[in-house]
């Protein structure tokens, strides 16, 4: 149990970090908060949410793993290889296409009950 504590602490601080220090990571949190509360509030079925969570999950998944690789690459700065800054741009391109998507699928579901509400 000691051992669990310690590495979800050390995962906590990871999360901190990112949410303190990574301006896209804010930016891509505050995104998620805005998907929640319209998740809550226009009553989406079960299989909806369950999509639109995993969007969100997925996207600040992807975005702390750019943020893992960008640091890696730092590092190595020093000894930079031509392939560093392309490193980081191909990265920075799966954020790119991970948040696009989950931005369509999110307006493919989330349109219909926004129709529905506008036109009550």
Not at 8 to 18: E, I, K, Q
Not at 80 to 109: C, Q, R
């Amino acid at each position: 149990m000691k051992k669990f504590s310690k590495s979800l602490n050390n995962a906590l601080s990871g999360l901190r970090y990112a949410i303190v220090n990574e301006r896209n990571f804010q930016i891509e949190i505050i995104a998620a908060v805005i998907v929640i509360a319209l998740v809550m509030f226009l009553n989406l079925e079960n299989w909806e949410m369950v999509v639109l969570f995993l969007l969100i999950g997925w996207v600040l998944t992807v975005e702390l793993i750019n943020t893992v690789v960008e640091r890696i690459v730092n590092i190595l700065k020093p000894k930079v290889h031509p392939y560093a800054g392309l490193i980081k741009d191909i990265m920075a391109a799966v954020v790119l296409i991970s948040s696009a998507l989950a931005f369509i699928i999110g307006v493919v579901i989330l349109y219909p009950y926004f129709c529905d509400f506008w036109i009550k």
